[in-house]
């Protein structure tokens, strides 16, 4: 008696054809869990600072009428707004941070008094300002120079923000420079670095840092 023949020819040719289509349509969707994946990830880095976020390549931005350098990352823009007279903006490109450097002039022999008095009254600013929320606030040197410091939180209505904000008061100088730096709450780990650097790198030649 000859063998009785489980699979006919026709029947393997058949379970070949439906297994190369099942090897297919998993491939296909194993690419596309692939292409899906990637494109989340892009996404991601897009929407995030680099992880470089100090300012190893900086820019130097260098005023002498109004006194003072400072550095900042290349991958931020800088700015001279029209609207805000004897200033500079320094942002990132997410809009996520920013720094504004401004320069104020006053007229006063007295520095102690003068300094007294704009820390005091940017103190009492801050406590009865109800979008703001002080957490320190101390008097203070910016490197040689009297200096109030200032950080906390604050909320523009829409967004929570954290600041920094450093007045600082040149001794040969009737001019003082307010030094504000905001960052969005939500991210503002990824950009300390950024911003402690920038700070640290803020050169006051009108009475010299």
Aim: charged share 25%; net charge positive.
């Amino acid at each position: 008696m000859k063998p009785r023949l489980l699979l006919t020819e026709t029947k393997i040719k058949i379970l070949i054809s439906n297994g190369m289509n099942l090897l297919r349509n998993k491939f296909f969707w194993i690419i596309l869990a692939l292409v899906v994946v990637a494109g989340l990830a892009s996404w991601r880095l897009l929407s995030r600072p680099p992880k470089s976020s100090g300012i190893s390549e900086a820019g130097v931005y260098k005023n002498a009428k109004l006194g003072f350098s400072i550095s900042y990352p290349k991958w931020w823009v800088l700015e001279e707004p029209k609207s805000l007279p004897d200033s500079v903006l320094i942002y990132d490109k997410l809009n996520n941070a920013q720094i504004v450097l401004r320069v104020f002039d006053y007229k006063g022999d007295d520095l102690k008094k003068n300094f007294a008095l704009m820390s005091g009254l940017a103190k009492d600013a801050f406590y009865y300002d109800k979008n703001y929320k002080l957490e320190t606030f101390r008097r203070t040197l910016f490197g040689r120079l009297p200096a109030y410091a200032a950080s906390g939180k604050f909320s523009d209505g829409q967004i929570e923000w954290d600041f920094q904000e450093y007045g600082i008061f040149p001794e040969s100088s009737e001019r003082y420079y307010k030094l504000r730096a905001d960052m969005k709450s939500s991210v503002s780990k990824s950009y300390e670095t950024a911003i402690a650097d920038m700070v640290e790198s803020l050169i006051i030649t009108s009475g010299g840092k």
